[in-house]
Structures are given as structure tokens and as C-alpha cells.
């Protein structure tokens, strides 16, 4: 059953606080009620790497088949519609497990993530 989408009252950062927790629960559906139909995300500053909600939803069908995938939130800021998260992401990478800092910036529109850009670090293996 696909969860009801989230509620245009939700403040920006409890909208991305949503999609980080359904991220984390591997939960395709809830993760995808989150982000806009017409929805972007880049590499930041401007390298498109998913446009629309189809694009989204199979990058990340495709990510939430790793085991360890998690997302640590370490700090976050809000002004306006504009959110900004500092995680730890553990993942599975090519040459095995490890983690990699990300820093994502998301623009919320109508309690829906429209468009979001995404700083990675170096990953650290082990």
C-alpha cells in the first residue's frame, strides 16, 4: 500500500526529515511520497542526475538493495523552503563497504521535495 503523500503544512525540514527516515527504512514507496512528480536531483552545482519521479525511483530502488545503506544525520539547516543536511552515508561501494560524507541541499515546494543537489566526499572504506 502506498503511503499517503506528506502534508503541504509540514515545515521544509520535517518534509526532508521524512524522506531521510523512509531512506533509511529502505521504504521505496514512503521515500517516493516525499519528492514532487516534476522532481530533480543533481550533482551539485548543476550536473542532472534524476529528472522526474520515475528517474528518482529507480535510482533509488537500486540503492536500497545494499545492506548496510544508512544515512547519519550530523547537522541540519533550514531557511524558508530550503533545507540543508550534513550526513555520514554508509554504503556498499564498488571496492566494499565504507561510508562517505554528503552534504544535500533540497528546495521543498507544496510539502514536496522539488529539487535537490548533492555534494559527496571522498568514500572511506572499512
Known sequence: MTPAPPSSTLAPEQV?????????AKDI???????????????????????????????????????????????RLAVGATVV???VVTRTFPDGPGTVEVIGIYEVTAGRISRAWFTTGSPVLG
Open 16 to 24: 526532508v526529515d521524512g524522506q531521510l527516515r523512509a531512506y533509511n
Open 29 to 75: 514507496d514512503a521515500f517516493m511520497a516525499y519528492w514532487a512528480e516534476d522532481a530533480r536531483i543533481y550533482q551539485h552545482p548543476d550536473t542532472l542526475l534524476a529528472s522526474g519521479a520515475g528517474e528518482i525511483r529507480a535510482r533509488h530502488v537500486i540503492r536500497f538493495q545494499e545492506p548496510n545503506l544508512h544515512g547519519r544525520l550530523l547537522h
Open 85 to 87: 543536511d550534513h550526513e
